[in-house]
Each structure stands twice: as C-alpha cells, then as structure tokens.
C-alpha cells in the first residue's frame, strides 16, 4: 500500500552506475499496466483445473489468473486509483504526475469484460456457489440452520465448489484456536481458545435485518429501541437460547448476522450437538462478567462482546485439559461470491444498474438466504427507488459486499480504494459494558477507543531509509 513504486522489469547490470541505481517512482496506471502484463503472459501456461489434488491443490490456474486479474482491474478503476485529485501534488523530482487526475470510465469497462471472462471460465468447469448438503447427514435440519451453514461452510469447508484459490500455506487451525469462544459449559478450565478478536459493535449493526436492507432503512425493523431490552421466544430459539434477554440488535436479522457472529445468548451451533430440532441441547454463548464467555474468567475474551463465528469450522470440539480438535481448511484467497460482487460493482460504474447488475447481487443474496435487491428495497425499505439509479446501487452493493465478505480481509483493502476509510475509519470503537452481570448494566454502549484515519493513511510511506539513499524516491503526501 505505498502507491506507486518503480517498475524494474530487467534487472540492473552488476556495474550500473549511481544514476542508474537511483530510479524513480513510476505513476500509478503503469505500474497496474505491468501487473496486468505479467498476468496475461503467464496465464496461457498456466493448467485449467488441477489433476491431481492430491499434490498440487492450491497451484495458479488459470481461472485464478484471470480472476486475480479481475480484481487488479477493479482496483485500478476504483477512486482511490483513478482521477484521484487529492493525490495531484504526489509528483516525481521531474514533475511527472504519479496519480491520473481524470476518471476514465474506459477502466470500469475494461474491469467489467474482466470479470466476467473470469466468470464465465469458473462456470465453465463446474464453479458454483457452495450450498450446504453434505454426503451424510444424521439429522434432518431446519432451513435456518442448513442456510447458516452454506454460509459458514462457503468459507470452512476446504475445496468446496466455490472456492476459486485457497491458499494451501496459510492453514487456519491457529486463527480457529485465537477466535474460538470456550462455548462448552463442561469444559471451562481450558485456555486453547481465546476468542480474542471481536468484531465491533458497528460491525454488528452492518447487516441486514431479517428483510435484507440496512436496519436504518427497513421500516418493519425497531431501529430507534435496537439497544432495549428483549426476551427471546420460541420463534428465536435457533438464533437466540429460548428465554434469554438481550438487546432488539439481536432479533430479526439476516442469516448472515448469526452465521458470522456469535454474541451473548446467541446459539453457536456445532461442538458435536447437530440436533436442532433438539433446541435445549445446543450451545449458546454467555458474554456478561464471569459467565463462560465473558471477561474476569479466564484471562481471553472478547473485548467488544461479539466473536467471529463465520470462520469456525462447526465440526471442531472443545473437550478437557485443552483438547480442541480442530478441522483445518486453506485460506480462501478468493471465492465466487466475492467475484460475483466485483463483477456488479465494476457493471453498475461502467453501465449502471439494471439487470445483469441485480442478477450477481441477488446470487449472492439467495445463498444467503435474502430476497432479491428488487423485491426487498420496493417492500420494505424507507427509500424503496434506491436501487434503480446508479448512486443508490453504488451504495447497496458496496454495503451487500462488506456483509458478504465480512472477516475474509477484504474490508481492510476495500474501504481505501473506495475512498470511504477516512468516513468508517474515524469514528469510536465501541462494545458492551463487559465487567457487568446484568442486562440492564451490560448492555451499556462503552468506548473502547477513538480511532482516527488521515488523509495521508490511504498510502503508507516510503522508508526513510529509502528516501535517504535515493532522492529520486519522493515520500507520500503527508509523511
């Protein structure tokens, strides 16, 4: 993330001179142009699909060329990158500019053929998106669990259908053991899992309501009581243990919400009790002071109240003395859901909203368990035309794809070449009040800090060690 940098595409001779030592920064549109470069030449060598798992799961294809090609487009288009005139000053010691100053729409185009060849490829050999249904299921399961689980296992479940390139370096059994709660009342004496990083309370109010609009915009959703106290019933026993008092945040929210967090009262299901007709027998998390999942205990806990639960795989189980069998699965680098996305995105700049643009987003949606963007925004949202002008579905679709690909380090990238990291980045942290036992105190919106983003964060800078040894190298605005 320093920007522009010099591209170096033959090597320097071993008696090259100072001068030619010192290079200089290229602009930005080149060193996109190069990466793309690189992507097309290597691409026709590259094997369609993999033969041989056994050995070579997780080698480049060629689907995952051009899918990676795809986002390296979409990036380049997007405003961080393009006709970005907060970077004009950003110039070489010979005045090039290193930012283009005007948007070019031609990007978005170009970005959007990209995609969708990328699309068309992974349909071509059998890509989908994943839906639970696995080869033997011992109980007949709710539609409210079996749709939790297409969502947490399109993540957790290793070389499932969607998955484009999982990178088989990066295992996941260490981040499973840090986020992890210790959900099993009958073994609380352990310390293997931690559940340590905790999703804010602005990433909670994120996601949809149970009708897939924002919870400020649907009009059958209690936005101004979301912090008063509730009692769940019966009709919430899948989400929420059946009698427990939490807050309205938790109630009537979409799959996603319980799929990827887990929260005081809410039901983590898995750790061997896969009955859910059997409501009594799963497990529920319990976040207030000294309760099992909360502060004071145990010395790892959540510092915000929510846990990730998204990227547990279900079938892990806690037992005594620190036993936690982990099922391990590879990163998911990219998946088709976040292509789908990118393609609409990258559709709606270049053509604006419409069918096609609508179609990948609502994909994504039925997955999840959601009407189509149509049918939700025209019944149930206070601004129900947003979706047919090209703002209203900038917005949608950029709010569907930080839900979609919450905790899969995509927001991080995302929220800076969207130019939106300066508006989300520099408000407060907060969570629940954690060192409190009752409803009443814990649910207490606490500050836990206030979090800043400058103008100048959008690209980190330049070594000064750099600067120092070549002055050809100009620093980033604002370092």
Not at 12 to 21: I, K, T
Not at 192 to 199: D, F, I, K, N, Y
Request: with cysteine; aromatic share 12%; proline share 4%.
């Amino acid at each position: 993330m320093n920007g522009p940098v010099p591209i170096i595409k033959n090597n320097l001779s071993v008696d090259a001179n100072v001068n030619q030592v010192k290079v200089f920064r290229d602009p930005v549109d080149s060193c996109f142009s190069y990466i793309v470069q690189l992507i097309d030449e290597a691409t026709p060598a590259l094997p369609v699909t993999i033969a041989n798992p056994t050995k070579e799961a997780g080698r480049i294809t060629q689907p995952i060329a051009l899918s990676f090609k795809a986002k390296v487009l979409v990036t380049a288009a997007s405003p961080l990158f393009n006709g970005n005139t907060e970077q004009a000053s950003l110039k070489n010691n010979d005045g090039k500019v290193l930012f283009n100053q005007t948007f070019i729409k031609a990007k978005w185009d170009t970005a959007a053929a990209a995609c969708k060849k990328a699309i068309d490829m992974c349909h071509s050999l059998g890509m989908k998106l994943y839906v639970f249904n696995p080869s033997f299921q011992q109980y007949d399961l709710t539609d409210t669990i079996k749709t939790q689980m297409s969502i947490r296992n399109a993540i957790t479940e290793k070389w499932n259908s969607e998955i484009i390139w999982a990178n088989t370096n990066n295992y996941t059994d260490d981040l499973q053991r840090l986020i992890s709660p210790w959900w099993d009342g009958a073994y609380l004496d352990g310390t293997v899992t931690r559940g340590e990083l905790s999703p804010p309370l602005k990433i909670a109010e994120m996601f949809y309501s149970d009708k897939g609009v924002p919870i400020n915009e649907d009009k059958t959703w209690d936005y101004n009581n979301r912090y008063a106290l509730r009692k769940a019933g019966d009709s919430d026993k899948l989400y929420i243990r059946n009698g427990y008092t939490t807050v309205g945040l938790h109630f009537n929210r979409e799959p996603r919400f319980y799929a990827d967090l887990g929260f005081d009262g809410g039901i983590y299901y898995g750790q061997g009790q896969f009955d859910d007709k059997d409501d009594a027998s799963l497990f529920n998390l319990e976040g207030k002071f000294l309760q099992k999942n909360g502060a004071g205990k145990y010395g790892y806990s959540s510092v915000t109240g929510y846990f990730v639960k998204k990227l547990v795989q279900y079938q892990n189980v806690i037992g005594a003395s620190n036993a936690y069998s982990v099922t391990g699965y590879p990163w998911p680098t990219m998946r088709l859901a976040d292509l789908y996305l990118l393609y609409a995105e990258a559709l709606n700049e270049s053509a604006g909203p419409g069918a096609e643009v609508n179609g990948y987003v609502d994909k994504v949606r039925a997955r999840a368990g959601l009407q189509t963007v149509a049918s939700s925004w025209a019944n149930y949202s206070t601004n129900p035309s947003k979706f047919s002008n090209q703002d209203g579905m900038r917005a949608i679709i950029h709010q569907e794809r930080l839900i979609e690909m919450a905790f899969e380090s995509q927001r991080f990238w995302d929220l800076r070449r969207w130019k939106e990291a300066s508006k989300q980045l520099n408000a407060p942290i907060t969570g629940w009040d954690l060192l409190q036992t009752t409803p009443e105190s814990y649910y207490r919106i606490k500050v836990l800090y206030s979090q800043t983003f400058a103008q100048k964060d959008y690209f980190w800078p330049i070594a000064d060690e750099f600067i120092t040894s070549n002055r050809n190298l100009v620093q980033n605005i604002g370092w």
